[in-house]
């Protein structure tokens, strides 16, 4: 089982929809959780890092449910400029040292 | 510096060259990371420094892979005797603590021809 699972998509939706990233990690361990969005041939970038009381930073709100193991990302009044791939990662302190782990990322598509 | 500097942005090398790759973190930051990224493909951890020190090695794919970081700044990840499936873009990311986000630099495409 990969350490951070996601849902590769592509997510095609029209401009203005709201639409929902899942993400899960199977060590009960994890620390500390991160949306980091990725466009073509760049390099990620933080969204925004993800509290147990749930957060919201404009149109994006991140969820976290230690329980189920389970982060999740939504993005409301979705724009065109919101097309990339949306990177679920985890950070881990292990024995030997630290570790941030990431998914293989969600593409996000966003047509007119 | 202002941010994550990576050199060269683009290093093209014959199968069997050793390459040197560059990265200059953030003023301050103690903690650097190195991950590999294939096309089309996830993020794949190599190494992580905490100052100077590597206590997490277990992403080098092989011992053509080392890395060392100095003066608690510039670090480099070297690769000997390249083979193809090295081609990939190599990141670097720093962090002034370990439990916030991480800033990336943009790179280096590494082409073994």
């Known amino acids: 089982r990969k350490e951070v699972e996601q849902d590769p998509g592509p997510f095609n939706v029209p401009e203005g929809a709201t639409v929902a990233f899942n993400c899960t990690y199977s060590n009960s361990a994890s620390q500390s959780f991160f949306w980091y969005r990725q466009d073509c041939r760049k390099e990620p970038k933080l969204l925004m890092s993800?509290?147990?009381s749930g957060n919201e930073d404009g149109r994006f709100t991140a969820q976290l449910n230690r329980a189920s193991q389970y982060i999740s990302l939504l993005i409301r009044d979705s724009k065109l400029s919101d097309s990339a791939t949306y990177l679920c990662v985890v950070y881990i302190l292990t024995g030997g040292g630290n570790k941030l782990t990431f998914g293989t990322g969600t593409q996000l598509k966003v047509e007119l | 510096g202002a941010g994550v500097s990576q050199s060269p942005s683009n290093k093209v090398t014959e199968k069997g060259k050793d390459v040197e790759l560059r990265c200059d973190p953030i003023s301050g930051h103690t903690a650097l990371y190195w991950y590999r990224q294939r096309l089309g493909q996830g993020l794949e951890f190599l190494i992580y420094?905490?100052?100077?020190?590597?206590?997490?090695k277990s992403g080098l794919p092989s011992d053509r892979f080392s890395a060392e970081r100095t003066g608690e700044s510039v670090s480099t990840l070297t690769i000997q005797r390249t083979q193809q499936e090295d081609s990939a873009v190599y990141l670097c990311?720093?962090?002034?603590?370990?439990?916030?986000?991480?800033?990336f630099g943009s790179g280096t495409r590494l082409t073994v021809v």
């Open positions: 990311a720093s962090s002034l603590r370990t439990v916030s986000g991480y800033t």
């Open positions: 993800v509290y147990s």
């Open positions: 420094f905490q100052g100077n020190s590597a206590p997490d």
